[in-house]
């Protein structure tokens, strides 16, 4: 049975206050999650110009389980972040713990220059029997095993998910907090837990690594139903 650990984010920063000639400011939302592994976030940081515009801290999150992995069904599931009207950001920092690899990761990813208007272009889509407005408004985070990494632009309704940017995150190994109390000591019980339930499933079906993720969720969203076609100008 596929289950959450429902990922619980402390803002750290309030949204900024442009000045009247500034960006554009917009409504929108960040989510993480993972696609065959469990995370712990600890620091997700978006920038514009060098600016702090939304933050958000501290949460765990869970995507595997037997039968996912059994299928290979990789979907990114991103849970709860935060939502809040700011500028679009043009770079995202996140720092996060793999309990499959026993690692603590860090990345930072540029995002592209027209963000902004991706965000800000909504879509004629029919929902039930109503025509409705809709903008993909959630930038996802998803993290796998060997430091993967996509920011992606997502909606439930518009489809299919554009990709913003990926890469492979850095080990963290000069943290001077887990130089006091190293990762084992401070995950000590929930990896335990984790290796408990997964570690024979993770030995029967093992999963990509590393950039060998990238064409699997390529072809993913390659299957997503396409429901973008037409933008309201």
């Given amino acids: 049975m596929r289950w959450i650990l429902l990922l619980l984010l402390l803002p750290l920063v309030a949204a900024c206050q442009a000045a009247p000639t500034g960006p554009k400011q917009l409504d929108w939302r960040?989510?993480?999650g993972s696609n065959a592994d469990q995370i712990w976030?600890?620091?997700?940081l978006f920038y514009r110009q060098g600016k702090l515009v939304d933050a958000s801290t501290n949460g765990a999150s869970s995507r595997v389980d037997t039968e996912s992995l059994?299928?290979?069904d990789y979907r990114w599931l991103i849970t709860a972040g935060r939502r809040d009207?700011?500028?679009?950001p043009d770079t995202v920092e996140v720092e996060w713990v793999s309990f499959h690899d026993k690692k603590r990761y860090r990345i930072s990813l540029a995002l592209p220059a027209e963000l902004e208007s991706m965000i800000a272009q909504p879509y004629r889509i029919k929902v039930r029997d109503e025509?409705?407005?809709?903008?993909?408004d959630n930038i996802g985070l998803g993290m796998a095993t060997g430091g993967y990494v996509e920011a992606f632009l997502t909606n439930a309704k518009v489809k299919p998910d554009i990709l913003l940017a990926?890469?492979?995150a850095k080990e963290v190994t000069?943290?001077?907090y887990d130089q006091r109390f190293p990762l084992a000591s401070q995950f000590e019980n929930r990896w335990a837990d984790f290796d408990e339930n997964y570690s024979k499933a993770y030995q029967l079906y093992p999963v990509p690594s590393g950039m060998a993720w990238a064409p699997v969720m390529d072809a993913y969203r390659a299957a997503q139903p396409?429901?973008?076609?037409?933008p309201v100008q």
Avoid at 41 to 44: K, L
Avoid at 85 to 88: E, S
């Fill in 30 to 32: 960040h989510m993480v």
């Fill in 41 to 44: 976030v600890n620091e997700v």
């Fill in 70 to 72: 059994r299928e290979r």
């Fill in 85 to 88: 009207i700011h500028p679009a």
């Fill in 131 to 136: 025509w409705r407005e809709v903008r993909r």
């Fill in 166 to 168: 990926r890469g492979i």
């Fill in 174 to 176: 000069d943290d001077p």
């Fill in 226 to 230: 396409k429901t973008d076609t037409d």
